[in-house]
T-cell receptor, first 115, second 113 residues
Framework: DAGVIQSPRHEVTEMGQEVTLRCKPI?????LFWYRQTMMRGLELLIY????????DSGMPEDRFSAKMPNASFSTLKIQPSEPRDSAVYFC?????????????FGPGTRLTVL | DQQVKQNSPSLSVQEGRISILNCDYT??????FLWYKKYPAEGPTFLIS?????DKNEDGRFTVFLNKSAKHLSLHIVPSQPGDSAVYFC????????????FGTGTQLKVEL
């Protein structure tokens, strides 16, 4: 299995530009999570989907952030317009349905730098 | 408001000795706890977990202890190896509140030769 795939691995953009991060979850997993990692706050959950439906987006920082999951094998996280404080590593993770013991499998992350 | 706290940003231990990483939580609804390990330029990977009905779970060199009354858990690595050098994240979940992990800020462990 290829694991969770994220692209791009690195993104450098200028303030005000639109940024789109992409994720392909592990086949057969029906939960998908987007996290942001910063030094100050660690790993923060932004949003998660179950069967392509957004379940909890309470971690999305502002309206500038949006996420979609058009099908079971693809999700995007978009920031428009981007700001320097959005600079962080963004992780996508997936897991199977069922109980609490299910492990979340993380992708390698996208390092975003907004100048 | 950090509901899961790892107050030590870094820890240095000699090879062969014990590494103890600590984690505190504030939400009494959390009933399942996990440790993840992260190497540079990689995503976190699951290491070990414990249910709130237990106070200890062991897997090889890794043992997690849970003290519910103190809302504290710790990860023990014995013996520590250079390959254990990584960032360790503590995470907690309220299983009745959806499949949502709350992570701490992480502890950078360095195992020295």
């Amino acid at each position: 299995d290829a694991g969770v795939i994220q692209s791009p691995r690195h993104e450098v953009t200028e303030m005000g530009q639109e940024v789109t991060l992409r994720c392909k979850p592990i086949s057969g997993h029906d939960y998908l999570f987007w996290y942001r990692q910063t030094m100050m706050r660690g790993l923060e959950l932004l949003i998660y989907f179950n069967n392509n439906v957004p379940i909890d987006d309470s971690g999305m920082p502002e309206d500038r952030f949006s996420a979609k999951m058009p099908n079971a094998s693809f999700s995007t996280l978009k920031i428009q317009p981007s700001e320097p404080r959005d600079s962080a590593v963004y992780f996508c993770a997936s897991s199977r349905t069922s109980g609490r013991t299910d492990t979340q499998y993380f992708g390698p992350g996208t390092r975003l730098t907004v100048l | 408001d950090q509901q899961v706290k790892q107050n030590s940003p870094s820890l240095s231990v000699q090879e062969g000795r014990i590494s103890i990483l600590n984690c505190d939580y504030t939400n009494s609804m959390f009933d399942y706890f996990l440790w993840y390990k992260k190497y540079p330029a990689e995503g976190p990977t699951f290491l070990i977990s414990i249910s709130s009905i237990k106070d200890k779970n062991e897997d090889g060199r890794f043992t997690v202890f849970l003290n519910k009354s103190a809302k504290h858990l710790s990860l023990h690595i014995v013996p520590s190896q250079p390959g254990d050098s990584a960032v360790y994240f503590c995470a907690a979940i309220h299983t009745g509140g959806g499949n949502k992990l709350t992570f701490g800020t992480g502890t950078q462990l360095k195992v020295e030769l």
